[in-house]
C-alpha cells in the first residue's frame, strides 16, 4: 500500500467525539499516522506477518494501519471504554477482526492472552494534565522488551534519561507540528499547534 493510499484510508475512520481532558485524548490526523507508519516499515520493524501491540490506542488508527500495512496481529490496549467501540467499529469497517483484537484495560493490567508483540507502538498522554501520566506507558514499553516506537512532545527532556537507565537505547528520528483543535473546555483558541517527536526504542 502506498503513503497517500493509507493516510486516505486512516482518514476515513471513525474519530473519538466525546473526548476526555484527563486521558489527554488527542487524535492522530490519518496523513500524519500514515507518514509514522511508513517511518516504522523502513525501519524494518513492521514487516509482512509481524505482531504490533498499540499501547493507548485511542480509536484504533495506529494498530490498523500497521494492520494494512502486512502485520498478521495487532493488538490495541485502551482503557476508553467508548474509545473501544469506536476502535471494533473501524476494525470491522476494513474486515480486519480475524487480524486485530481491542483490550479495554488499564496499561498495567493487560490480559495475559495478549500475544508478545514484535513492535509496540505508542502515542501516550504527555502528562500536560497529570505529570507523569506518561510513565506507566514507559514502562509497558520496557516490559514488552520489543523495539518500540513513541510519539510524544518535542519538549519531554526525561525520555533518553529514562530508557539508558535501563540500558535501552532511544533514537530520535523526526520533529513535526501536531494539531490540536479545541476540544475541551480549558483550550482558548478553536485550533493550535505544538510540536511533537518521534522516537525509536531498542532493548539492550
Known amino acids: 500500500m502506498r503513503l497517500r493510499s493509507l493516510a486516505m484510508e486512516l482518514s476515513k475512520l471513525e474519530k473519538i467525539t466525546n ?12 496523513e500524519i499516522a500514515a507518514r509514522w507508519l511508513f517511518d516504522i516499515l523502513a525501519f524494518n520493524d513492521i514487516s ?21 500495512l502486512g502485520a498478521e496481529s495487532v493488538s490495541l490496549v485502551e482503557i476508553d471504554k467508548e474509545s473501544c467501540k469506536i476502535s471494533q467499529r ?15 484495560s488499564d496499561i498495567t493490567d493487560i490480559d495475559d492472552s495478549l500475544q508478545q508483540p514484535d513492535v509496540v507502538i505508542s502515542n501516550p498522554p504527555w502528562g500536560r494534565q497529570k505529570k507523569g501520566a506518561d510513565r506507566s506507558f514507559l ?22 534519561n529514562f530508557f539508558n537507565q535501563y540500558g535501552w537505547s532511544s533514537e530520535r528520528y523526526a520533529e513535526f507540528d501536531f494539531s490540536l483543535p479545541a476540544s475541551y473546555k480549558h483550550h482558548t483558541k478553536q485550533r493550535g499547534l505544538t510540536r511533537a517527536s518521534l522516537w525509536r526504542i531498542t532493548p539492550p
Do not use: W
Open 90 to 104: 473501524n476494525i470491522e469497517s476494513l474486515n480486519l477482526a480475524n487480524r486485530i483484537s481491542v483490550f479495554n
Open 48 to 68: 509482512q506477518g509481524c505482531r504490533v501491540a498499540d499501547i493507548g490506542s485511542g480509536n484504533g488508527i495506529l494498530g490498523i494501519g500497521a494492520a494494512l
Open 19 to 30: 473526548k476526555k481532558s484527563e486521558l489527554e485524548q488527542y487524535q492522530t490526523e490519518g
Open 139 to 160: 514502562e509497558a514499553i520496557i516490559s514488552f522488551g520489543a523495539n518500540s516506537h513513541l510519539m510524544h512532545s518535542a519538549e519531554a527532556t526525561h525520555i533518553d
